[in-house]
């Protein structure tokens, strides 16, 4: 449930740097997950986990530069 926990904050903090596509592929997995996730063959959730975290990984990856950024900037105001 964390991985659908934290897709979902990631979806919400980076909406404005998703197009729809984007957002359809992660929901998508995100509802795959979610009707496999009580199955009793550990491999099948493990593959629909893999599928959530190759579909969400772009939009995380880009929420992260940007907060490298933003950090970046800081320090550089900070030394000014």
Known sequence: ??????TDKI???GSELLDELE???IESAQNALRAVR???DRQVVLDAIQRLDEAARP???RL???SV???LLQKTVDRV
């Not at 449930?1 to 934290?6: K, N, P, R, V």
């Open 69 to 71: 950024q933003q950090l």
């Open 38 to 40: 009580d199955n009793d």
């Open 11 to 13: 979806l919400r903090e």
């Open 23 to 25: 957002r359809e592929r």
């Open 64 to 66: 992260m530069n940007r």
């Open 59 to 61: 939009l995380a990856e």
């Open 1 to 6: 449930d964390s991985i659908l926990f934290y």
